[in-house]
Every structure is written in structure tokens, then in C-alpha cells.
């Protein structure tokens, strides 16, 4: 906890003070048989446009599966979502999350695969962080008997950028090299676990110090982000690395490339770096763009470089191979079946907890994925610690004073 704590801004310690929910009135009772509970987005912004409020329960149509979820996966773009970051959202209010796991509860007409009483997970686009999500049958996949729920919710996603980055944009083999930034968090480790299925590969993972102890064993080498890890790579590998995975974008795309050998494969499949402060910020993102290294294809012709993309969500939502998502699928459950991959899951979190496990993301606190428990109660808070509301809907400011004495994190392994 001390650990943790260390690398907490003043912003992340005033949410964890705050209480888990001031709203007991919007949470249904288990007599609302046609209504759940879900994350509501109001609006584009900062951790007060997130409320946990009831909804209609939606019911399958032609081809869907009707899941009574148990865990939802959170990512870093969900925090981007709720900055209103990303390109072509839906127009708030919106229920965001993008993977889940649960029971089929029911199918629609013209559905087979599954029947009613399976533990499955899911992709959904958008609508993932509420009781009940109907989803295409496509984007639905059976869980194996030994995985748990939590962990359900840490696969999907991770699991399946991190190997089609890896072998399906880059080609990953035996005795090559991948640097990986944000390697303490979902996709990092399951970047590091992959590349452990292949014989003699050696990965570089970028971090923040204070996670280095607890990831250390999972890469070959490892280093600190706010370092110039360019010249401590190339001591180790002086000609560079065959594979750059950047979820950060911003100047790391120029380290990227740079420390990437003839032959070798960048890829951007993220850009963390916009985000800075609690709203979108239009500086952050220009500043970000700003830095990014001029892309010149003569200069890729000249060094034998490659420069990709990859957005697994747009894989499935927008260019339609839900196909070679199964495939990839398929071969991760045998892996896991092996026991050769485990996802790794850093906190459990109620539905109402959403605004805090948000923060820690934003803080870069975590190690492997956070989960949104649905069966988790909120952790209890003294109400004299919480933070008052005002009636525009503005979160008052706290006195100042000695936070680090205040240990309120929920459930953290």
C-alpha cells in the first residue's frame, strides 16, 4: 500500500477520500424486474459526469446473446471515452465499457452456440458496465471451467491485442526482440506473457519505477519511462529492437522508431500521453501531436522500417473480422488451457466504485487490469470523510491537510 501510495497525486488521494456513493435512491431493489443498474455518462468530462443509475433491461434481438454480467473489464479507453478524446463517440448520455463476462441469461431468434446457464465473455460496443448487455453472437466466446470471472473480464481485450499485435501485424519468432511501453499494465503483461511462449525472446519493458519490483520478473529487461531508456537499450542491444508496441504516442513515437532495427515493426495502438488533467485538455493533444516523429516514407524505404496501427475494437466493430478474432480466441484458450498465460488483475472494484478505479487508471496506478465486480459491495467510508456536493453539481474542495494518513482503498490483491 505504501508503494502505491507513493506515486498518488493530490487529485488521486481526494478521490480516494470521497465517498464510494451519495446516491442510494438510484440503485434498483431486486423487485425491478425490467430494470438495472449501470454507469451512466452524462456528458463528456471530468469523474462527476459518471453516476451508477438505473436502466431499462434491454432483451436480445435476432443473433444476440443476452448476458447477466458478473465483471466488466476497465480500460485506459475508457477514461478517454469520458474525456470525449476519442474519434466519433455516441452522443451522451451513454453507458460506457467495451468487454464483460457473465451467465447467458437468454438468445435471440436465429442464435446458436449457446444456451441459457453459460459462463461466457464478451465484446460489446459501448454498454458493457451494466447488469444486462445484449451482444451479437459473434463477439461472444465461452469461458473455460477453471477461469474466473475476474479474470474473464482481464482476457478479452488484452489478451487478444497483445497477440494479434504480436503475431499477426509483426511476426513474432523465435529469437527476436520486443519493447513494450506501460509494461506493468493489461496489455503489457499480456505482451510479456505471449512473448514467454516463444522460444528466446527478449523483451524491453518501459514502467514506472514504483512497479518494477512487482513486474520485474515478467520481462528481460526493464526501465524506467521517465529515463532515456534509448541509450540503456542500446548498450543491450546496439543495433535496436525488432518489435516497438506504443500505447503512449506523443515523443515516445520518435524513441520508438528509432530504437526499431532494419526489418523491425512499430506499432501505435494508443495514446495515453493526451490525457494529462481530469477533462480533455486541448493543449495536451496538440502538444502530443506535436511531438510525434514526422513519419517521411522515403526515410522508411531507406532504413527497411515498418510503421503500423492497431485498434482490436475497430477490427470488430468497423471492418467486421469477428472471424479472425475467433481464430486468435481460440488459440488464447488453449494457452491458457496450458496454464502458459494468466491474466493479471490488480483490483476488484464495485459498480459505484467506478469514479475511484477511474482515477487510479488515470494515475497510472495499476498493475495488469482493474475490474468492475458486480457481486462486490462498495467499501464502507466514514461519512464524515466525504466530500459535499454543491447544488450546480460541483464537487466542493477539501480542506487541505495530511492525506497520506488515510488508507481507503477498496479491495486491492
Not at 436502466?55 to 465483471?71: F, L, N, Y
Not at 511476426?171 to 496489455?187: D, F, I, K, P, T
Not at 477490427?315 to 488451457?337: A, I, P
Amino acid at each position: 500500500m505504501a508503494k502505491e501510495r507513493a506515486g498518488m497525486t493530490e487529485e488521486t488521494q481526494y478521490m480516494m477520500d470521497r465517498i464510494v456513493t451519495k446516491e442510494p435512491e438510484n440503485v434498483p431493489t431486486s423487485g425491478d424486474a425490467k430494470e438495472m443498474r449501470a454507469v451512466v455518462l452524462a456528458g463528456f468530462g471530468g469523474l462527476n459526469k459518471l453516476r451508477v443509475t438505473k436502466k431499462p433491461m434491454p432483451e436480445p434481438q435476432d443473433g444476440e446473446v443476452k448476458i447477466r454480467v458478473k465483471a466488466c473489464g476497465l480500460n485506459f479507453l475508457d477514461l478517454m471515452v469520458r474525456q470525449g478524446t476519442i474519434d466519433n463517440p455516441p452522443k451522451p448520455p451513454l453507458v460506457p465499457g467495451f468487454e464483460c463476462c457473465g451467465i447467458v441469461e437468454s438468445v435471440g431468434e436465429n442464435t446458436t452456440g449457446f444456451e441459457i446457464g453459460d459462463r461466457v465473455m464478451a465484446f460489446v460496443h459501448y454498454n458493457a458496465w451494466a447488469e444486462i448487455v445484449c451482444t451479437q453472437v459473434d463477439f461472444v466466446y465461452k469461458m473455460p471451467e477453471e477461469m474466473s470471472f475476474a479474470e474473464a473480464a482481464a482476457f478479452s481485450l488484452n489478451f487478444v491485442a497483445a497477440y494479434m499485435m504480436l503475431f499477426e501485424v509483426a511476426n513474432l519468432r523465435e529469437g527476436m526482440s520486443v519493447l513494450v511501453q506501460s509494461a506493468g499494465g493489461g496489455v503489457g503483461q499480456a505482451v510479456a506473457q505471449l512473448c514467454s511462449t516463444v522460444p528466446n525472446v527478449t523483451v524491453f519493458g518501459i514502467a514506472s519505477c514504483f512497479k518494477h519490483a512487482a513486474i520485474r520478473d515478467s520481462v528481460t529487461h526493464l526501465f524506467d519511462r521517465n529515463v532515456d531508456y534509448i541509450q540503456e537499450v542500446k548498450k543491450i542491444s546496439p543495433e535496436g529492437v525488432d518489435i516497438v508496441l506504443d500505447c503512449l504516442c506523443g515523443d515516445n513515437t520518435g524513441k520508438g522508431l528509432t530504437l526499431l532495427r532494419p526489418l523491425g515493426t512499430y506499432i501505435l495502438y494508443g495514446a495515453s500521453n493526451m490525457v494529462t488533467g481530469e477533462t480533455k485538455s486541448f493543449f495536451s493533444f496538440a502538444k502530443s501531436w506535436w511531438q510525434v516523429e514526422k513519419v517521411n516514407p522515403i526515410k522508411l524505404y531507406e532504413e527497411n522500417k515498418v510503421i503500423a496501427g492497431f485498434s482490436l475494437l475497430n477490427l470488430l466493430f468497423k471492418h467486421g473480422k469477428c472471424s479472425l478474432v475467433k481464430s486468435v480466441m481460440d488459440k488464447l484458450l488453449c494457452l491458457y488451457d496450458q496454464k502458459k498465460i494468466k491474466p493479471v488483475v490488480d483490483s476488484l472494484w464495485a459498480l459505484e466504485e467506478v469514479k475511484e478505479a477511474m482515477q487510479r487508471i488515470h494515475d497510472r496506478g495499476n498493475i495488469g487490469k482493474l475490474i468492475l465486480d458486480f457481486e462486490k459491495s462498495p467499501t464502507p467510508l466514514m461519512a464524515s470523510d466525504s466530500t459535499e456536493t454543491s447544488e450546480a453539481g460541483e464537487e466542493e474542495e477539501e480542506p487541505e491537510g495530511d492525506n497520506d494518513s488515510k488508507e481507503r482503498m477498496p479491495f486491492i490483491h
